[in-house]
């Protein structure tokens, strides 16, 4: 919810200030590191025995061409309780796959990465989520009364701290739209939160039409991994911006144990999920 | 220290011989009666004399004798009176100024922008307000934080963000004043604009360095902005009509002459900005000084004083925010004798801060404020000898933050962060001596401090690690909770206690050149905690206390003065080394806002500038202004420290985000014939430290960038051009009105200066690419000044 505040805040400023436009700017360019994206997100009322980690190497920014999968490495993931091991096969393309893992909700689990013979390892616990209790479309919420907007309601439990990421992703877009939530302001109450596109000549973003449909995700996370994609999901949205956070190297969960000096970009995160789809009338 | 004060006088009062005479009183404009602030009062042909203060009051003493008195002040013609001092006398004298032009558009530079080889204050920086009025600015309007970033080792972050920076400091590291009180935010439109309206004010100076002991609490400048006091002569309507607002000042005699009193409104019209025309937002500022002053008789004069200033953002009734200043200072001048000056002070401020966001029926308010009573007293003991001394005591309310659901079925929770209180109180004593012709010594002491008192809890840590480094991850956290404090009202959390002396020497080589250097040691309790570019109005005030120690700078500089071609070219060299402790920074990944526990989010750090700066001016003849160029340094350094770790950027020194290697300013104004008169500006500045992507991997289906060290890259360099023109139309010899009209053009060749450039992945085609925002292009505007 604090987010709500900085939004209006960056939002301000890019209202005021006039004229944008692309610049050539040179970089520097650092080693590659291995990338771990492994998400293991258990969706309500499936087994979530299907999981894919991905793994692949930073490239230098600008660059378009390279290919940064990244294969022949063995990933496993331990059960921190029982010690069963989850061994996810190499698939040849970056990703590594399984079929018979078993989530259990606040259970810690290890991940293990072997990649050029050092060792990457990661903990983190699956967090429970909420249900979605409701969803609709309105012109009057969001920022802009004239468009199409898309309320998700969902209530925050009482007696603990929750920490929330949503994902919002209108089909035939190229990327989704992240929400870092938490229950700060809002704990124990129902939360609404709000998917809303306008029309943007500079980004060719259109707001949504009847038709239109929008995958909705609700994940349960931990404080941890709160920290984490806050500040990833700010500096995708705003980084430069004057009234965003200045950009910090982002550090993630997954450490390198062979040579400390070198982590693993990316995150191991368990999360219970909740899927859903709207259909804009 | 009270006894110390009380020493001093007691010895002083002995030093003065039997023989001496004193002459003292105020110098006042004669058109307006205007007290004049900056004047030199000597007599001819000695090295005696003194400069009027904030009160327009002097006071001289010399031996019996003859002596020819001369009143001199920029813009004004030198006033010559013969004196026979054979007892103590009272003289109010009043002077006038050279030009009859609107707006006292003076083509000559006044006294205190030359230079006063002879005093030993360094590195301060006098502007009249008719001197910035000359400035291009964009879109007309006249801005006085803006003008005084065209001096040497002043910038700020660019164009659309609030305050200044001095020296490589921090903007919250200047202690900003109008009329004594303490300014917060000096921004409108989140730094478009400035607070200050030019045509309420009568005189401004910044202190970069040698800051003299009766100012204390912010470690890089003073920056102390003076109202005018109102027309004690006529009634006088001034008035502009600009491109983003339009004033209205009146000012006029009141109480039988015994006082006078201005009104100074500003107001800027909504739909500012082509961008909002279209939609139903409005972005809106406005502000209001008043001032009153009642002579009570000859030796008792009161002044009342406020500021108010607001700007409102309303987007669609979706979300509303708003912000301002207030301020009110109530002043008594009471004159004990010739040789004794007091003012006492009680003085009010406040800064707030609230928005209020519709769709999701939150209402956010912060604010500070405090009370301020100030007693000073200068006392001019001789011809070689006179001394300032004082005491101050503010109060402090810090409210960070309240949250509040504005309906019923708001999601949103009350919820209000620990209120903070605390007392910052300081006693001074500053000696101007005359050690011989040539050697003139200022010496001072400032004892500051500073009581945070109870009144809240606050928690208790691990280890007492309210951050600590996770050796696992790399990464710095909040500290783990083991419970709270509770303090009570009537205890104090933390006290500090600091003697910050001042020193300054000056040694005049020949009549027109002197060298001079300085010292000083200045303490700062209050700490303004951004991890934004821009200060952002949610970011807020935290006082020092048992987490985070008192900001404590040392500052040395020295300085070579010359005079070229008589009095019209003057030449200033000046070299600066600056190092201040404890400076905080936030750790990566730090929240800020709503954040109860600040000291969970900042490491303890310390940072150090130094630089060159030379300014080379002219201020008499058709043709005045200046060039400026300042070569520095500003850099940074956090440890780990208690919280364990290598520190931010590993412990190593990093570019502060205010470093500039390269600064040139020029601005001139020409005055063509009594019609035409003409202005420009140009500006060149290395860019802004920032912090770029050296890499990007895949990441939840996008590409993130990944950042390198903080501030280990810069922005394009900054650089444009302006121009402005006025013209004064024929006027009619007895009409009252007069008119002036002003055109500008802001960066004429509209060089996009970038205020911030981000990293993206364009949308259609998932390429990475860089933005940069630019904030003002090439901006033209028209202005129309009115005197009635």
Known sequence: ?281 | MKQLLFLLILSTSWLSAQDNFTISGTIKDVDNGETVIGASVYFKDTTIGAVTNEYGFYSVTAPNADYTLVISYLGYADLVQEIVLDRDQKLDIEIHEVSTQLDEVVVTAEEGERMSLKKPQMSASKLKVSTIKQIPVVLGEVDLIKSIQLLPGVTNNGEASSGFNVRGGASDQNLVLLDEAIIYNTSHLLGFFSVFNADAIKDVKLYKGGIPARFGGRVSSVLDVRQKDGNSKNFDLTGGIGAISSRLAMEGPMFHDKGSFLVAGRGSYAHLFLKLADVKNSVYFYDLNLKTNYQVNENNKLFLSGYFGRDVFDFSGKFNSNYGNLSGNLRWNHIFNDKLFSNLSLIYSKYDYQMILDFVELDWVSDIQNYNVKYDLSYYVNDRLSIDFGISDINYDFNPGEVKPISESSAVNYLKLDQKRAYEEGAYVAVEHKVSDKLTASYGLRYSTFVRSGGQSLNVYENDQPVRYNETLGIYERGTVLGETQYDKKDAIKTYATYEPRLALSYQIDENSSVKASYNRVAQYLHLISNTASVSPLDVWAPSGKFIKPQLANQYAVGYYRNLGGDAISLEAEAYYKTVDNRVDYIDGSDLIGQNNIETEILNGESRAYGLELLVRKSEGDFTGWLAYTLSKSEQRTLGGSAGGPGINNGNWYNSAYDRTHDVSFTGSYRLNDKWSFGTNLVFQTGRPVTYPDGQYEYEGQSIASFSDRNANRLPSYHRLDISATYQPNRKPNSRWKGEWVFGIYNVYNRKNAASISFGQNSDTGINEATRTAVFGIVPSVTYNFKF
């Open chain 1, 1 to 281: 919810m604090k987010t709500y505040l900085k939004t209006t805040l960056i939002l301000l400023s890019i209202i005021l200030t006039s004229c944008e436009d692309v610049v050539d700017i040179a970089v520097k360019n650092e080693a590659p590191r291995l990338v771990i994206e492994a998400s293991l997100d258990w969706e309500k009322g499936t087994q979530g025995n299907e999981q894919t980690i991905k793994l692949s190497t930073s490239t230098p920014y600008f660059d378009t061409t390279v290919n940064s999968k990244v294969t022949g490495a063995s990933v496993r993931v331990t059960n921190d309780n029982d010690l069963t091991q989850y061994v996810f096969v190499d698939q040849n393309d970056g990703t590594y796959t399984i079929s018979d893992f078993i989530p259990v909700l606040n259970q810690s689990y290890t991940l293990e990465v072997v990649y050029n013979n050092e060792v990457y390892v990661a903990h983190e616990t699956l967090m429970p989520v909420t249900d979605i209790t409701e969803i609709y479309q309105s012109v009057e919420g969001g920022f802009d009364d004239e468009v199409v907007d898309i309320n998700v309601l969902f209530s925050d439990p009482e007696n603990e701290e929750n920490y929330y990421m949503m994902k919002f992703q209108e089909q035939g877009d190229l990327f989704p739209e992240l929400y870092d939530l938490d229950d700060e302001f809002t704990n124990g109450n129902e939360m609404t939160v709000f998917y809303e596109k306008t029309d943007n000549e500079n980004t060719n973003e259109e707001e949504l039409e009847p038709g239109d449909i929008v995958d909705i995700q609700l994940l349960g996370i931990s404080e941890q991994y709160y920290n984490y994609i806050r500040l990833l999901i700010e500096q995708v949205e705003f980084a430069g911006d004057i009234f965003s956070s200045t950009p910090v190297a982002l550090k993630g969960n997954c450490i390198n144990s062979t040579n400390p000096n070198n982590p693993a970009y990316g995150y191991f995160r368990l999360a219970q999920v909740v899927k859903a789809s709207y259909t804009v009338e």
